[in-house]
């Protein structure tokens, strides 16, 4: 299979090594792998970091992955009017390169939402040329913008955003299958395309690679932890979280209630916020203000990750209220560490956690509904006990990274046997 994926969001794994890859990089490395000819298409401008990674057009390759980088324009923020500048450079600058490469043609193409410009650009391209292509939802573009708006104004902030709404629908109109991470997300891509489900459409779930590190780096990481102040010895209650810190998670309802709540069942509760992003100085403030006595050690390493991980009783899921995520990548890490999940998320993890017996739900800005999910999870040993061994079985049924993207490439193959 010939596979063209188009995608600008995501660290660039050919350029940045030190990067864990996410979606489309372990995707494209899968395929790569399994003997399949990728070729990944994807701008210089690395969006975490806001930075250029070379200065003009480049192909890279690794084994049976192509790496095609056009030189981009760049934005300072995330939400900015030069980031959709960018976006529809990219995909204008896209267009005039698969034109230049008339005599070589995918036998599928892929690409994601976001980018509107791209994925209308793929699919138009899949119409006019007879190969099937797939839009994969990730972010509800452009319905997230209109959410920013209060509820009372959005009727007037909407049509604004016309123009999004139409190459979005047109795009999932003209796509051969829609992808999403979350039924939540395929609904929302059929809507817009105004059809219902068919045989090609499909909930493709992030997943989680099962990592081990090599004992001197988990000994490293567990004196790095030391150093930051945590036992390692079972004697505390730890809370791990890891991510940006940034409008999707509300940490001010775990340290209101970190600086009330100091033990659970004799042991001391401790709060750990791994990570940076553009919330992180005020909550760091309102911990020094509150005196909820949580750590924030910035980013971590993998090897930081799994020894945290082995020694937490729960991962942490504080998504903020109206959070549109509903099976985000963060609780597979957590379940990938047999940890079960303390999550304020809706929707299909929230069943799932109450489904299946692998953590507690608590509603966002409640500190009294926190306080009482990590009780249910914590205060009994043998039901928290339980609770960890099927988080573990759970992640390897049904979220372990490879048995994930193995059923993906299952479908591509079938869309493609069929559509050809």
């Known amino acids: 299979m010939k596979i063209w994926v188009v995608e600008i969001g995501e660290p660039i ?8 890859p ?10 790569a792998q399994r003997g399949h000819q990728v070729e990944w298409f994807t701008s210089s401008f690395s969006h975490a970091p806001k930075k250029h990674l070379t200065k003009q057009d480049q192909v890279l390759k690794e084994g049976n992955l192509t790496l095609h980088v056009l030189k981009g324009l760049g934005y300072p923020r995330s939400i900015s009017v030069a980031r959709f500048r960018h976006q529809a450079h990219f995909a204008k600058r896209l267009g005039a390169y698969w034109e230049s490469m008339k005599e070589s043609k995918p036998d599928i193409l892929l690409t994601g939402i976001p980018t509107l410009e791209s994925a209308l650009l793929v699919t138009s391209y899949g119409l006019k040329h007879g190969i099937p292509a797939c839009v ?3 972010d509800e573009w452009p319905e997230e913008f209109v959410r920013l708006a209060p509820a009372r104004l959005r009727p007037l902030v909407r049509p604004f955003f016309y123009r999004m709404f139409r190459q979005a629908s047109e795009a999932c109109a003209n796509a051969a299958a829609i992808f999403a991470v979350a039924p939540r997300q395929l609904e929302y891509g059929l809507k817009l395309a105004s059809r219902k489900a068919g045989r090609f459409d499909r909930v493709c779930v992030l997943g989680y690679p099962k990592t081990e590190s090599n004992v001197s780096d988990l000994e490293s990481a567990r004196a790095f932890w030391k150093a930051h102040g945590l036992a390692m010895d079972g004697s505390e209650f730890i809370l791990c979280f890891f991510g940006t810190i940034g409008k999707f998670f509300e940490l001010a309802t775990p340290l209101e209630l970190a600086a009330k709540m100091k033990s659970v069942d004799g042991r ?34 993998q090897a930081q990750i799994q020894a945290l991980m082995q020694e937490s009783a729960a991962g942490l899921a504080p998504y903020s209220k109206g959070v549109a995520m509903e099976l985000p990548n963060k609780v597979f890490e957590y379940l990938s560490g047999s940890l079960p999940v303390i999550s304020s998320l809706s929707g299909e993890f929230q069943q799932i956690v109450e489904e299946r017996g692998i953590g507690a739900n608590y509603e966002p800005d409640s500190v009294e509904g926190l306080e009482g999910a990590i009780r249910r999870v914590l205060e009994h040993p043998s039901n928290h006990s339980e609770m960890k061994y099927r988080a573990g079985e759970f992640f390897n049924n049904h979220y372990e990274q490879d048995k994930v993207l193995s059923d993906w490439e299952s479908h ?6 069929e559509k050809h």
């Open 412 to 417: 591509l193959e079938m869309i493609v046997r």
């Open 22 to 31: 996410h979606r489309y990089g372990t995707l494209t490395r899968f395929l």
């Open 13 to 20: 794994t050919l350029l940045e090594p030190k990067e864990r």
């Open 268 to 301: 001391k509760l401790r709060f750990v916020f791994a990570g940076s992003g553009g919330s992180l100085e005020r909550f760091k403030n309102l911990n020094s203000k509150l005196g909820a006595g949580a750590l924030f050690p910035g980013w971590v390493n």
């Open 136 to 138: 994969d939802i990730r």
